[in-house]
């Protein structure tokens, strides 16, 4: 089964750190352009980030809000996704969902996660 | 960077056909993507390359793109359309993939 289940999410005080952690299953992972997209309570969907995979240099691209705060990484060996998100913002509440290409091409997020909840508040 | 319009709502009775429309400067030249996502849950890609659907996706579900404006069309509507909608296209210039703001449609 083709799956993508997302943990690490939790309640965080502005200015602290958070990892969340994607475990892909069902699908030639390691070939998969990745991205992270969230979505605040009650709002739409906004892409975060996105990394290429090794074979397309693997490289990152971030959103304006949260370049420089948030890092993007993969381990293919373990088949997992990363987001790390430093210097959290209230405004970074959100549902954060990882999502890839898997059938149709590298731009269309065909498989998604389930979400998990981060919660920055003092 | 690269806007796209959805109205926030749109209305339709049970077995007609909703149209949800998605606004973007010379929209057709681009690919559309259409999201379902239903309370609680993860989007749902409904329709791909503008037009067409994914294996599982059924047929009162497609998709259009010309000049300004994407639409996705559904059939007769059932109650359990009853979902937010995305489109969402990748902004060539910036490289990243842009959202539209999603349209809630409530059968009535």
């Known amino acids: 089964e083709v799956q993508l289940v997302e943990s690490g999410g939790g309640l965080v005080k502005p200015g602290g750190s958070l990892r969340l952690s994607c475990a892909a299953s069902?699908?030639?992972?390691?070939?998969?352009?990745m991205s992270w997209v969230r979505q605040a309570p009650g709002k739409g969907l906004e892409w975060v980030g996105r990394?290429?995979?090794?074979?397309?240099?693997?490289?990152?691209d971030y959103a304006a809000p949260v370049k420089d705060r948030f890092t993007i990484s993969r381990d293919d060996s373990k088949i997992t996704l990363f987001l790390q998100m430093n210097s959290l913002k209230t405004e970074d509440t959100a549902v954060y969902y990882c999502?890839?290409?898997?059938?149709?091409?590298?731009?269309?997020?065909?498989?998604w996660g389930q979400g998990t909840m981060v919660t920055v508040s003092s | 960077s690269y806007v796209l319009t959805q109205p926030p709502s749109v209305s339709v009775a049970p077995g007609k056909t909703a149209r949800i429309t998605c606004g973007g400067n010379?929209?057709?030249?681009?690919?559309v993507l259409w999201y379902q996502q239903k309370p609680g849950q993860a989007p749902v890609l409904l329709i791909y390359?503008?037009?067409d659907r994914p294996s599982g996706i059924p047929e009162r579900f497609s998709g259009s793109n010309s000049g300004n404006t994407a639409t996705l069309t559904i059939s007769r509507v059932e109650a359990g359309d009853e979902a937010d909608y995305y489109c969402?296209?990748?902004?060539?210039?910036?490289?990243?993939?842009?959202f539209g703001g999603g349209t809630k449609l409530a059968v009535l």
């Open positions: 999502t890839g290409g898997y059938s149709y091409g590298s731009h269309v997020f065909d498989i």
């Open positions: 069902g699908f030639s992972f390691s070939n998969a352009w």
């Open positions: 990394i290429k995979s090794k074979t397309h240099g693997g490289t990152t």
């Open positions: 010379n929209i057709d030249s681009k690919s």
């Open positions: 390359y503008s037009s």
């Open positions: 969402q296209v990748w902004d060539s210039n910036s490289d990243h993939p842009v």
